[in-house]
């Protein structure tokens, strides 16, 4: 794997993350629920020539060892992430979960970027259609589907653990989020999911924390329901899969974009898992990000 693992203080502990290198503007990548920061090896790669791609893996998350106890500290330590970087306005791009956390930091005003992308990761629904979608992800019944799918709080011993590994990536070609992904990706982000405590690996994120972050207080002042958007000042590229989770709402994506300049749409067609298995397409959007942010300050510098 490219890059160099990093430790990034927050408030309450340390995050970990991966610094891939390079120069020039900051790009910060945050990856969705049952990822890391590995996820966005492929991207990164490609962004490396013209900006300095970081990524990290979340609360809950990776190798990250802090847990989340409430629904907001997951974003809000990007507000710390980005003080310790010591960058002034980076790009934030964000997928699935991840695509949140960067709307949400942004628009608390813990973070002011040059430009954000959300990747597959909008908040479509009103409040209240939105309290009731996590209300739902809290029961048993999504839990042990969490469990069933992705194996989330299991613990396993080195040989479980490498078998578990091995069957992911032998398996990938026919799965509905890694097909098209590369095999040793596949490998590498499965192996980062596991956590060592005491003689046992534990898949992470652990059904808790998801139980942690949808508990979401009715009355936030940021809350993930749509009017979200209107909070944010800055650049907006949504990025939409073709076959994704939202793929069905295009018209309700079209709508956050139409609602203020500066924003854009731009489909491609892939599975949810846009950084995994279209990293060249997607790392070419962030370049265009970044190149149209050297282009305003040089032009601002004039």
Do not use: K
Request: glycine residues 10%; hydrophobic residues 45%.
């Amino acid at each position: 794997m490219i890059g160099t693992d990093i430790e990034l203080p927050v408030a309450d502990g340390v995050l970990s993350g991966v610094d891939f290198g390079g120069h020039g503007e900051g790009v910060l990548l945050v990856h969705g629920s049952g990822q890391n920061a590995v996820a966005w090896a492929d991207v990164a790669s490609r962004l490396v020539s013209e900006c300095h791609p970081v990524a990290i893996d979340l609360r809950g998350h990776g190798q990250t060892r802090l847990d989340s106890t409430g629904p907001e500290q997951y974003w809000r330590d990007l507000g710390g992430v980005v003080a310790t970087l010591g960058w002034e306005h980076p790009v934030l791009v964000g997928h699935s979960t991840g695509g949140y956390a960067v709307t949400a930091a942004t628009a608390a005003g813990l973070v002011e970027p040059a430009a954000l992308c959300v990747v597959d990761g909008v908040v479509l629904n009103d409040r209240n259609a939105s309290l009731a979608e996590h209300a739902a992800a809290r029961t048993t019944e999504a839990a042990d589907r969490l469990r069933a799918m992705f194996r989330y709080g299991w613990e396993a011993d080195d040989d479980r653990m490498r078998a578990y590994v091995e069957q992911c990536v032998r398996e990938a070609g026919g799965d509905w989020l890694n097909a098209g992904a590369r095999h040793e990706l596949v490998e590498e982000v499965t192996r980062r999911s596991f956590l060592r405590r005491g003689h046992q690996w534990v898949r992470r994120p652990a059904i808790e924390e998801i139980v942690a972050v949808t508990a979401v207080e009715p009355g936030a002042e940021v809350f993930p329901s749509v009017e979200v958007y209107e909070r944010l000042t800055c650049p907006l590229t949504i990025v939409l899969a073709e076959q994704g989770f939202h793929a069905s709402r295009r018209d309700d994506v079209r709508a956050v974009v139409d609602a203020a300049p500066g924003r854009r749409l731009t489909d491609i067609s892939s599975n949810h898992n846009i950084p995994m298995t279209r990293p060249a397409d997607l790392a070419a959007i962030i370049l265009d990000l970044v190149r149209e942010r050297a282009a305003a300050s040089a032009e601002n510098v004039g």
